[in-house]
């Protein structure tokens, strides 16, 4: 403070210095121990009611309930994630606004040639939440039982197969780009405006194959109106056991699942990220929050900042090799 009172208070040196120096103490780490003080508001990037939006509210109340503070979702959906990404990547790291993002995050960097923020250095991740995987699922006019059986169908008929998705760039599409290059086959993409379309036209035999998630696709399954090959995970899942990774048909290194994660704004402080953090490795492990995720067909997941951290800069690069190797566009 005596260098602001040596530069005078008119001088824009000293009207500087004052900022700096009021702000890091708001957010240095002795004034957020006792983080929160006031509502906290969950940005979900995704549409209201789809699943990411569903464990981003059970978070958030779980997170109210042991805070004592308010915790609203604020839903801003639009160009892929893009947008509620960018909000929070410009937001005030004081831990009151917050992330609830998916894979799209790391997915989008290989997709759009500019984005208005950095996947890594503009957010400051807390944790994993949860993550599922997809199930290949086929039309029952389909002469295959296996994905061995669809892939040697695939080979037969190349370019003559279409799978459908939720768009370009969207997860369910390079699922399909993935086995596409992991297989050898070619696999004809029919992008739609969501997943319900999509999924419409997969039950009326309009397009073959497609990866949607387990609470959409088994009820079709169980009901004989589609058949399913195998899960897109890296090990059987909980929500079908019975269904096999497509790995591991012979073709390893296949892993896809949509993961769901919070994070911060880049410059809150660890005393903030660290105690979000403890308090979402609580949450996730809670019995009911389990049966959420299960209802979902995911699997609860949490890990430290630093493993966060470590773990997007590898999707990164995971989703970079995929669109570079299938030539995957965004329009």
């Known amino acids: 403070m005596r260098a ?4 005078g208070p008119g001088n824009v040196g000293g009207c500087v210095l004052f900022t700096l120096l009021t702000t890091g103490a708001l957010l240095n780490p002795a004034s957020a121990q006792n983080y929160p003080v006031k509502t906290v508001r969950i940005v979900v990037p995704l549409a209201a009611g789809g699943p990411g939006d569903v464990l981003a509210r059970a978070v958030g109340q779980k997170l109210s309930e042991i805070t004592g503070q308010p915790v609203v979702v604020d839903n801003r959906p639009g160009a892929n994630t893009n947008v509620g990404n960018e909000f929070v990547a410009k937001a005030p790291p004081d ?3 917050l992330l609830a993002t998916a894979s799209t995050l ?7 040639p500019k984005l208005p923020y950095d996947a890594i250095r503009d957010f400051a991740p807390i944790s994993l939440i949860g993550s599922a995987p997809l199930i290949l699922v086929v039309h029952p006019s389909l002469p295959v039982k296996s994905v061995k059986d669809l892939v ?4 037969s008929r190349p370019g ?6 939720a768009g370009n760039g969207s997860v369910l599409h390079l699922a399909g780009e993935m086995l596409n290059t992991s297989t050898g086959i070619k696999l004809v993409h029919v992008p739609y405006k969501g997943v319900t379309n999509a999924f419409s036209d997969l039950l009326g035999g309009q397009i073959s194959i497609m990866f949607p998630g387990a609470p959409i696709a088994l009820p079709q399954v169980k009901a004989g109106k ?3 090959l195998g899960t897109t995970g890296a090990a059987r899942t909980a929500a079908a056991p019975e269904l096999p990774p497509v790995a591991d048909a012979g073709f390893p290194g296949y892993e896809i699942s949509v993961w769901y994660g919070l994070l911060a704004p880049a410059g809150t402080v660890p005393t903030v990220t660290n105690k979000l953090h403890a308090e979402i490795n609580k949450i996730v492990q809670l019995p009911d929050i389990k049966e959420r995720w299960a209802t979902l067909g995911a699997e609860p997941l949490h ?5 966060f951290a470590a773990f997007l800069k590898a999707d ?5 090799k995929v669109v570079r190797e299938s030539g995957a566009k965004i329009d």
């Open 316 to 320: 990164l690069v995971k989703w970079a």
């Open 4 to 7: 602001v009172t040596a530069n």
């Open 160 to 165: 003559q197969l279409h799978y459908g998705s």
């Open 95 to 97: 831990g009151y606004t």
């Open 303 to 307: 890990n430290t900042p630093e493993q």
């Open 226 to 228: 589609l058949r399913a």
């Open 106 to 112: 790391t997915i989008n960097p290989a997709l759009y």
């Open 152 to 155: 040697a169908l695939a080979k």
